[in-house]
């Protein structure tokens, strides 16, 4: 562990100690003496990787980066620099389900998950440019809130959600009895979309009309996507938004933000943490 966190002044015996440093580094200045500044340091620097993390997460992170502090201590110190999560904006979702195609039942409510690849889940929204709306695909699995598959584009259209599916199936396996769970909309209802589900033998799950609880893994999702990056950006163009979002799904939602759902592990940690598990139990 880096070191321990102090919330009484140290003397120099006890600094050095704490730190595990000789006096006579203390003494030339090579690192701070107190603990306290240098906590502090490291929320600035988390606060700016990840802006939107509130206390709890904030204390799960240094404790993955070696730091003994409990999170009242942090809610203090993120209160006093300033550092507390933006205000979350209101979230709306629109789904056009007026058409005339099969609808299919909710297969997803009453399913126990226990590993990868039971249970996908789809959902599309919008992102406002400074001159035009464009909209984003995303397919995650419910397992490990991993996502998956993803697609954006200027049209709402069936290809938009197909590309995000075609993504899923080229990265992941698709065993018997894999369901796949969307809205009632008519990207995931047409026949280009579910003659690729059937395909592959995916069964296909739809959540009731009004509803949007039946799908509430890929609205809390968008939710975070859009009060985690979409909120906080500016995105000129089309190009500029396929690379933030990008960047966001694969590299800081899947690989580097703490989920409390997984017990505060990213999506491709507690993915690789499953499969090790899978591979013990299959050798005993």
């Not at 009731?208 to 809390?220: I, K, L, T, V």
């Not at 899947?254 to 499953?274: D, I, T, W």
Request: aromatic share 8%.
């Amino acid at each position: 562990m880096r070191t321990l966190v102090m919330t009484t002044p140290l003397s120099m015996r006890r600094a050095c100690a704490t730190l595990q440093l000789s006096r006579a580094s203390c003494y030339r200045g090579e690192v701070p003496l107190d603990p306290e500044l240098a906590l502090r340091d490291e929320m600035q620097h988390l606060a700016l990787e990840m802006p939107s993390y509130g206390y709890r997460r904030m204390t799960e992170e240094l404790h993955r980066r070696g730091w003994w502090v409990n999170h009242k201590h942090v809610l203090r110190l993120l209160r006093q620099d300033n550092l507390l999560c933006l205000r979350k904006r209101r979230f709306v979702t629109t789904t056009d389900a007026a058409h005339g195609l099969p609808i299919y039942p909710n297969l997803a409510a009453h399913l126990t998950l226990t590993g990868l690849n039971q249970l996908w889940v789809a959902d599309i929204t919008y992102i406002r440019l400074q001159r035009e709306f464009v909209y984003l695909a995303v397919l995650l699995d419910a397992y490990s809130r991993r996502c998956i598959g993803w697609q954006i584009d200027r049209r709402l259209h069936g290809e938009l959600a197909l590309v995000a599916l075609q993504m899923a199936l080229a990265s992941r396996d698709v065993p018997a009895g894999l369901v796949h769970h969307s809205d009632r909309g008519v990207q995931y209802a047409c026949g280009d979309y579910t003659d690729l589900l059937q395909s592959h033998r995916i069964e296909i799950s739809m959540s009731r009309s009004g509803n949007p609880y039946d799908n509430a893994r890929a609205e809390s999702f968008i939710k975070t996507l859009k009060y985690e990056e979409v909120h906080l950006s500016e995105y000129q163009d089309l190009a500029e938004v396929e690379h933030s979002i990008g960047h966001f799904l694969e590299i800081v939602y899947n690989r580097k933000r703490l989920h409390s759902s997984l017990g505060y592990l990213p999506p491709a940690e507690f993915e690789e943490q499953y499969r090790r598990q899978q591979e013990a139990s299959s050798l005993n």
